[in-house]
């Protein structure tokens, strides 16, 4: 059975303390590998796709990269707006079901 | 250029109830997820539809629960005769027609509260 691990399950950071999220998985034939932020009260919101190891995606102070086992979702200078609950998720090959991990809760001081 | 619209957003029915939640996807998507959301947990997958056809329904209990996707009109989750473990945050999610490895795109979710 796919499984999505997520570590740390929170992390407290200073505004500008930058940091890595971390997404570990087993899954038959990886197909995908998502990362979305998700606010208290909405639904989750699509970041990147990463398809292969080696792989890595930019956008504003995020990166995330990928590798076989895992991939990383790096903070570079964090703000207090990107303080929110960071969700990967994986697609298998060969399948439609895209699994979750359980997130990590990211709050970012002034 | 609407996202995925999820109603309503907040829900309370009694025990024993029943509950419809309605999504529809962004426009030119023709496939439909639900996903349920419980507090400090994770996203748990429920059903895959698309138009007319339920795809995948291995994360949907056998008792109580039904999807359906109609040709016209938004897709529907529903639950008969609700129980106080139904509470919980349904998320809808869709993604477009091709290969099957696009991102899928989130509503904002129906709060399901069953007192």
């Known amino acids: 059975e796919d499984q999505v691990t997520q570590s740390p399950e929170a992390l407290r950071l200073q505004e500008g303390e930058s940091s890595s999220l971390n997404c570990s998985y087993t899954v038959s034939g990886l197909r995908g590998l998502f990362w979305y932020r998700q606010d208290p009260g909405k639904g989750p919101e699509f970041l990147f796709t990463?398809?292969?190891a080696g792989e890595e995606k930019e956008k504003e102070r995020l990166k995330a990269t990928l590798t076989k086992k895992e991939s990383f979702l790096h903070i570079t200078a964090p703000k207090p707006e990107d303080s929110a609950t960071y969700l990967c998720a994986v697609l298998p090959g060969g399948y439609q079901k895209v699994t979750f991990g359980t997130g990590t809760k990211l709050q970012v001081i002034p | 250029n609407a996202g995925v619209m999820q109603n309503p957003r907040h829900l309370v029915r009694r025990r024993g109830q029943e509950a419809r939640l309605r999504c529809s996807p962004m426009?030119?998507?023709?496939?439909v997820y639900w996903y349920r959301q419980l507090p400090e947990e994770g996203l748990k997958f429920m059903v895959y539809?698309?138009?007319?056809?339920?795809?995948?329904e291995s994360g949907m209990p056998k008792e109580r629960f039904s999807a359906e996707f109609p040709k016209e009109g938004p897709s529907i989750l529903r639950i008969q005769q609700v129980v106080r473990g139904d509470s919980a945050a349904y998320f809808c999610?869709?993604?477009?027609?091709?290969?099957?490895?696009?991102?899928?795109?989130f509503g904002n979710g129906t709060r399901l509260t069953v007192t």
């Open positions: 426009k030119g998507h023709s496939h």
């Open positions: 990463l398809y292969s």
């Open positions: 999610a869709s993604s477009p027609p091709g290969t099957g490895d696009s991102p899928l795109h």
């Open positions: 539809l698309q138009k007319e056809n339920i795809i995948d």
